[in-house]
């Protein structure tokens, strides 16, 4: 047996996060919903490499306002 284990230790942000669990059921799936709409999306290939190919390069100074 360990003397670093503690069998029994359940820290307060751990101990939280289950009583919020079962409070609350459908958490995780209202959580995967959110994420759904805000990151989970379609990404348009033809757009996006339309945007990558009209970049301006950067100047080595970016304040400098014309070029030399």
Sequence with gaps: MSLFRRPHYQSDITGFI???????PDLED???????????KAVDRS???????????QQPYVYQTESK
């Design 47 to 57: 757009a996006w490499n339309a945007y990558a190919q009209a970049r301006v390069a």
């Design 30 to 40: 209202r959580q995967r919903h959110g994420r759904e709409m805000l990151w989970d």
């Design 18 to 24: 289950a009583e919020l669990k079962r409070n609350q």
